[in-house]
């Protein structure tokens, strides 16, 4: 089968297509012809090096996220037939053409979605819940702040956030603050001009909000904390601005009862994941069928076109999540 390789870590022009044998069918697993796989900072990540040789439980192979056709199941498999269209997130494996998932991480596709509409959901909308909802314990009525709410798991947040009935700020640059509102957000804040701590305080009256979802990590740290409300919460599910000179105002933390999160998917143990995607799976997908939630997409890119689509994104160009066809 094709897939991307690479032999060594670099640019986003080391990324080629070749031939490599098909993934192994194991008890568990579903075999999927791939027909999109969705483009994550992650994969990133592995072209640079920055897990080094990685195999993420089922391969070597870049991409954590998959829509399909089931072509073989396993022994063991429960719920799922060959010819099913399926998709969710995969251990590695999705940029090829027959990729290989557990089939308690595979969820089917809604009839009114395509494959690239489907490949767009799961890593972002099942991290945006977990976030959210599992860790972050947000209430109809509350108040949250999603940072980077034009992005890939912000937008899939200020959607939930929005859909579970709670008032969302979302940070974004101005040229998509149209969009951030169109998914639901009621505030939207220019990072570039505005310093969002400032714009929360006045907007809640100095009470901050109820919770934060940050990606950025130590430029926001201290902001975030001074933005939470009592009893706030903080989830930290990314650090693309770096982890350094982070300050923390103890006083705030002491005082407010406030909680500070971490949460990385892809370290979890198969059993957590298996629990994340079942609670996504149970809670949100006939939102989808029923058009209530979308995934927002940005553009389309044949899999040999895997580096061109690496660079837009590292080159802040995407709105919305970015997407290989096979």
């Known amino acids: 089968m094709k897939a991307i390789i690479f032999d060594q870590f670099g640019a986003a022009d080391v990324l080629k297509i070749g031939e490599v044998l098909e993934p192994v069918l194991r008890p568990h697993d579903l075999l999927v012809r791939t027909r999109a796989a969705g483009v994550n900072r992650a994969d990133l990540t592995h072209r640079r090096g920055g897990y080094g040789r990685p195999d993420f439980g089922d391969s070597t192979i870049m991409g954590l996220e998959i829509a399909g056709d089931v072509i073989a199941v396993g022994d063991e498999v429960r719920g799922f037939a060959a010819g099913d269209r399926v998709m969710g997130i995969v251990g590695g494996g999705a940029y090829a053409e027959v990729s290989r998932i557990d089939y308690r991480m595979a969820m089917p596709i809604p009839a009114s979605l395509d494959y690239v509409q489907a490949a767009a959901i799961t890593e972002v909308f099942v991290t945006a819940h977990e976030a959210l909802i599992h860790l972050g314990r947000l209430e109809a009525r509350e108040t949250v702040l999603v940072h980077a709410g034009a992005g890939g798991v912000g937008g899939a947040a200020v959607q939930l956030a929005h859909a579970l009935g709670a008032t969302v700020f979302a ?33 809640t009256e100095g009470r901050g909000v109820d919770l934060i979802l940050d990606f950025i990590g130590a430029p926001y740290f201290e902001r975030n904390v001074n933005s939470l409300g009592f009893g706030g919460r903080l989830v930290q599910i990314g650090i693309m601005g770096g982890i350094e000179n982070a300050k923390m105002p103890l006083d705030r933390l002491l005082y407010r009862h406030l909680q500070i999160i971490g949460t990385v998917m892809k370290s979890r143990t198969q059993d957590v994941k298996h ?47 970015i997407v290989l066809t096979t």
């Open 171 to 203: 940070t974004a640059q101005s040229s998509a603050h149209d969009l951030v509102h169109k998914l639901g957000a009621d505030h939207a804040i220019d990072y570039e001009k505005e310093d969002f701590a400032e714009v929360i305080a006045r907007l």
């Open 275 to 321: 629990g994340m995607s079942r609670r996504f799976k149970e809670r949100w997908l006939p939102e989808f069928a029923k058009g209530r939630l979308v995934p927002v997409i940005d553009s389309t890119f044949p899999l040999a076109a895997a580096g061109a689509a690496h660079k837009r994104m590292e080159d802040g160009l995407n709105v919305g999540k």
